[in-house]
């Protein structure tokens, strides 16, 4: 199948001239100003070879096998890689399959279907169940920023160098350059617009004559871009923690700041009805005692135990991961019971490597062997193994995806007047996360700018109906962006709003679970504007009454 993802208008000077384009075009004959597309026919007849999946932790049910799609899209004779898939077969009568996304961006599907697929056992009702490391993440051709990559923001640790711009640009570019050196060709076409391409020639590499798709978090963006560039292959999706397709970074800094503010408010007030919570009974006080360790954690670092100091950012970066899931809140009071206690680190500490928020260090070996591969000189695209992805590619991938979908590139004078104006505000969003945050300000400089594909193209889509669901207490993905993406998707979305806490509800929520089975399933979604309840509560779903 050929689409073109920005065809140049023809310009219409009278009727005659139009009948004519069409009257050639019928006859077979191009019209003089659309250039030939590119033959993608070889992707288009592929068909995956599944075996078992390789590794000590792989589950033996689980199956691998890679398809082959253009490094770009545009010349697709310069170059492929391969895309790594997942599946866990159907174990009643097969309707076809099912593509998960697991988010980010820059999360490795393989990896995390093999170690978490039992929640999605109950599609394999219907589905064969599959998933993908999208490019340049995982085992498909992974970025890397080499021995940068243990801070592929360019910021340092406990972000004091917002306060000294001029060094902190200079230190911007020069990670840009070592990312662009590690990763090789792949980052230049690493991109949502991309990775969505790659969808549509995995689903006909299925043969699936519609793509069935479940995304969360970022992967609702990847989502809604398919939908965009392909509405008539769009079978039944469902999209969890709704991204936003308008919002500029620097703007969904604020956004993250506010959203994961009020998570920490939820756990507060959780927390200080509990007699060992370390802040207290008072929960206005406990806010305030928040906001003081961090503080003094910034001023007097404490040691780790396993080298180096935790900074009262590093703090911010780690409670960020556990307000993820509501269920991480018992491991999280009392990680900051050990911390103010006793001054262990250790509990926070393993809530900071679970996630992306604090820099993950690869080791010399790994950067250099990551050197090795990608100095311009890996051009086969083959499948890496999976000891040999970078250890830093999480947080590369994460970066490298998000400009390059996003076509904001304020220079260093623009830059340096946000660092003087913008603080407060940030501040006043949440004065824990606030100043964490800001940096997003900074994360594209020195970087190529990204597509207006998504802000332009990515609206008012003609597809089936698609199923959207937000979390009222989600710190990463605030609910506002689900009803602002549905206005913008159009009639094909409904909306159902999730009560609860946490980022994204199908893990959290049995209504919200649910709801998402039985529309992949069966077809039957829920009335638009619907509701799940919040835990505890009734989990059939209700009547949505609030205003928006």
Known sequence: MLVKLSPRP????????????????????????????????????????????????????????????????????????????????????????????????????????????????????????????????????????????????????????????????RQLKRTAEECARYSGPVL?????????????????????????????????????????????KVGRFALDGVDTLTEPLAEQGVAGAEGQQTALDDFLDWCTTDIACPFGRDRRAAGDQVVRLVNWLDEKPVPTGVGGTFSGQDLVGAIGQALYSKQLWPSLERALASLVQDGDTRGVLDFAAGGTSLPVRSGTATATATATSYAGIRTDGGLVEPQDVPADNLLAALMAINCADDPDRPGAARITENLKNLPARYEQASPVFGRYRLSELLMCYGRPRGTDFIRDRVKAVDTAKMLLVGTRGDPATPYRWTVETAARLGPSAVVLDNKGDGHTGYDSSPCVHRKIDDFLLYGTLPPNGSSCPADGEDWSATANTDDG
Request: proline share 7%.
């Open 10 to 169: 023809a310009v219409r000077r009278c009727a005659g001239a139009g009948a004519l384009t069409l009257a050639l075009l019928g006859a077979g004959l191009p019209a003089a100003d659309r250039p030939p597309q590119p033959d993608l026919s070889r992707f288009y007849r592929q068909k995956p070879t599944w075996t078992g999946c390789k590794g000590p932790d792989m589950p033996k049910d689980l199956q691998c096998a890679k398809v082959t799609v253009p490094l770009d899209y545009a010349r697709p004779r310069a170059g492929t890689l391969d895309i790594a898939l997942a599946r866990y077969r159907a174990t009643g009568t097969s309707q076809g399959s099912v593509l998960l996304n697991f988010g980010g961006p820059g999360g490795p599907g393989v990896s995390e279907l093999a170690s978490d697929g039992r929640k999605f056992m109950d599609l394999t009702n219907g589905y064969d169940v599959v998933t993908f490391d999208p490019r340049g993440v995982g085992r498909s051709s992974p970025v890397s920023c080499g021995e940068g990559g243990d801070d592929a923001s360019g910021t340092t640790d406990d972000h004091t160098d917002l306060g000294h711009p001029q060094a902190l640009l």
């Open 188 to 232: 230049a076409h690493i991109g949502t617009v991309d990775a969505s391409r790659d969808l549509d020639v995995i689903r006909q590499a299925l043969g699936d004559k519609k793509l069935n798709y479940l995304g969360f978090s970022y992967g609702t963006r990847l989502g809604a871009v398919y939908a965009a560039q392909f509405p008539h």
